[in-house]
């Protein structure tokens, strides 16, 4: 069915090398570095020749070397091929094709550890990338990391002399979450006695959740954090680029950090991020936009009204109509406005079996309606505590921004901290979190003041999205195994495209909102990952 290119066997045994098939139209390429494979495709975009070809023809060697020559100087393993060709390639690919499309071409695993709180917010902004976050609902964090607790200290801060106060501060304030996990854990054992059927790994593991669930009000912004990044070249160069330009310090220093090891695979992606005239001029444009807006916001000289904690404060009352005509669109050869005025039409019920239809029979969460779906938007003002907007914040294909932490909106205490006793000492903790942030802030702005704000504490952010996207977040997040708190609020938005917005017929297609209530929601979680390991034949781990 599909044409086999002829290769000779000198050939053959080069490019098995370096792609996973010689003979199918499918293929992965392997022990390449990403400059070649994006200056690959590059070319590719300009040349009647298959990518096999390419590779042998203009980036293995000249073809007076001949091709047994070149295959006899290759490396055993995984040795760089046609990394200075690729190079050349791509100062003129950049000037020919334009940058941005040929960053995108190569991509980078990139690990980036001991990263505060509000610098993981930062590096997790970018919608195309992907991101792996270490979890505070599943780590306890009363554990040194070497001579400190997991936190980080930021330069501002020790430069006007706070460095002795904010150390101190913070290590009681791990010592207190230390203190109050030591409470929870016998609390919750005692409450959900192991089940007969259970493992010791699965109750220690529910166990730890519900502790961890409770207690991580405690931890403050400046709680370091792992964090695992695949993205491509463009979108690191993106990424560095709002880094440079950001207000704190441990945002530009990690950029500069970040930079160098781009640059070690992947240097062609990145080579504009320093440049004067390129990056230089991208990183004061941001910069300039942030503090003329931030002059503009104090000026307003208002403060904030008492609202809900989850306002819908924008939907369209046709977004129903709309987003049936949409359904439509695709399956037909009528024009946009033409749709929208037939549904119109249409009886009520019509309509709802219209949405119904578009929607279909939907076995799991994962079965999504399509992109008809995008046709309706809610926009959605939420004021909860900073953990919650932590997990919330991770669903970056909506339009979503926030505001600086502070204290200033209050804090939350969680239930179980007043069923073990411990209500004085988390207020206390509260309170002496917020001297410290109010004496940063008044030194040096509440920029670096977040650092010692704990998650406890409330911030403001909007999440604007389409009803496809609230989908995936409302059914996701009110799943059984979620955080109560996040659970809540997403309920919550679920209830106002209902009610409010009166989108029933959206709101009834997502058949998986789950309004129910759970006391050990990971529970079940953690016995059908039990059971996918016995299935699989691997052995349970360590509790």
Not at 316 to 327: H, R, S, T
Not at 497 to 522: K, N, P, S, T
């Amino acid at each position: 069915m599909y044409f086999e290119e002829p290769f000779d066997a000198d050939e053959r045994a080069v490019l098995a090398r370096y792609f996973t098939n010689i003979d199918r139209p499918v293929f992965a390429l392997t022990n390449l570095p990403e400059v070649v494979k994006g200056a690959l495709f590059a070319r590719y975009s300009r040349t009647h020749k298959s990518l096999r070809r390419l590779f042998l023809d203009e980036f293995l060697g000249s073809p007076e070397d001949g091709i047994a020559a070149i295959a006899a100087q290759l490396p055993d393993a995984d040795g760089a091929v046609g990394t200075e060709r690729a190079e050349a390639l791509y100062q003129r690919v950049f000037n020919e094709y334009g940058d941005d499309s040929v960053a995108q071409l190569g991509g980078v695993h990139l690990a980036t550890e001991q990263a505060s709180n509000l610098l993981t917010k930062v590096l997790e902004r970018g919608r195309l990338a992907a991101y792996l976050e270490q979890s505070t609902r599943y780590i306890y964090y009363d554990r040194p990391l070497g001579e400190r607790y997991r936190y980080f200290i930021p330069e501002e801060v020790t430069a006007v002399g706070l460095g002795s106060e904010f150390t101190a501060t913070m290590d009681w304030l791990f010592g207190t979450y230390t203190e109050l996990i030591a409470k929870l854990v016998p609390h919750f054992e005692a409450r959900f006695p192991q089940g007969p059927d259970d493992s010791d790994f699965v109750w220690k593991s529910t166990i730890r959740a519900k502790a961890c669930d409770a207690a991580r009000g405690l931890l403050p912004a400046a709680t370091t954090s792992n964090v695992g990044i695949y993205a491509t070249g463009q979108a690191y160069e993106s990424l560095l680029l709002r880094m440079r330009a950001h207000p704190l310090a441990e945002a530009r220093a990690y950029a500069q950090m970040m930079l160098e090891e781009l640059r070690t695979v992947i240097p062609s992606f990145v080579k504009r991020v320093d440049v004067p005239d390129r990056g230089g001029v991208w990183t004061r444009y941001l910069a300039d936009i942030r503090s003329e807006m931030e002059e503009r916001a104090a000026d307003l000289g208002v403060k904030p009204a008492d609202r809900p904690e989850v306002m819908l404060t924008d939907w369209d009352p046709e977004g129903e109509l709309k987003v049936a005509a949409a359904a439509l669109y695709a399956h037909s050869d009528l024009p946009d406005d033409q749709l929208l005025e037939i549904v119109r039409g249409l009886p009520a019920r019509e309509q709802r079996e219209l949405i119904a239809s578009y929607a279909g029979d939907r076995t799991n969460r994962r079965h999504k309606p399509g992109r008809g779906m995008e046709r309706t938007t809610y926009r959605f003002d939420i004021l909860c505590d900073y953990g919650i907007f932590r997990d919330l914040q991770r669903h970056r294909l909506m339009t979503l921004d926030w505001q600086r932490l502070g204290t200033r909106h209050g804090y939350i205490t969680p239930d179980p901290v007043r069923t073990v006793g411990a209500v004085e000492l988390w207020d206390e903790a509260m309170d002496r979190t917020a001297h410290l942030a109010d004496r940063i802030e008044a030194a040096i702005g509440p920029d670096a003041a977040q650092y010692a704000v704990p998650f406890a504490y409330r911030i403001r952010f909007y999440m604007d999205m389409n009803a496809r996207e609230a989908f995936h977040l409302i059914e996701l997040r009110t799943a059984q195994g979620g955080h109560p708190d996040y659970r809540r609020v997403c309920q919550e938005m679920h209830r106002l495209i209902r009610d409010q917005a009166g989108h029933q017929h959206i709101a009834a297609a997502m058949q998986f909102v789950d309004y129910e209530d759970y006391e050990l929601g990971r529970l079940e979680s953690e016995r059908r990952s039990a059971a996918r390991r016995r299935t699989a034949g691997v052995p349970e781990p360590a509790a």
